[in-house]
C-alpha cells in the first residue's frame, strides 16, 4: 500500500465517519423531539411549546448537515493532511 492509497482510503473514513454521525444526530432529533411533541400535546395542548424545539434543535442539525458534507471534510482532511507533511519536513530537516 502506498502512502497515496493510504491518504484516499484515510478520507473515505473521514467522510464515512462525518456521514454516519449526521445520521446519528438525526435519528437522536426524531425520536426526543418526537416524545417531547408527545408530552407537550398530553400535558399542555393549550401551549404547543416543542415547535421552538423543534426550530432551535433543527438549526443545529442544519448546520451539522452543511459542515458534514463532503467538501467541508475534505478540506479539514486536507489541511491535517499539509500540518501534518509541514510538520514532517521540519523534523527532517533539524
Not at 25 to 38: E, Q, R, S
Not at 67 to 76: A, G, H, I, N, P
Request: zero cysteines; glycine letters at 6%.
Amino acid at each position: 500500500m502506498s502512502l497515496e492509497d493510504f491518504k484516499r482510503a484515510w478520507r473515505e473514513l473521514e467522510i464515512e465517519e462525518a456521514n454516519r454521525a449526521f445520521i446519528a444526530h438525526l435519528i437522536a432529533y426524531i425520536i426526543i423531539n418526537g416524545f417531547l411533541t408527545f408530552i407537550n400535546l398530553y400535558t399542555s395542548p393549550g401551549y404547543l411549546w416543542f415547535p421552538f424545539v423543534l426550530a432551535g434543535w433543527g438549526i443545529g442539525l442544519a448546520f451539522h448537515f452543511a459542515f458534514s458534507r463532503q467538501k467541508f471534510v475534505v478540506s479539514e482532511w486536507e489541511e491535517k493532511i499539509a500540518k501534518i507533511e509541514a510538520k514532517m519536513r521540519r523534523m527532517r530537516g533539524s
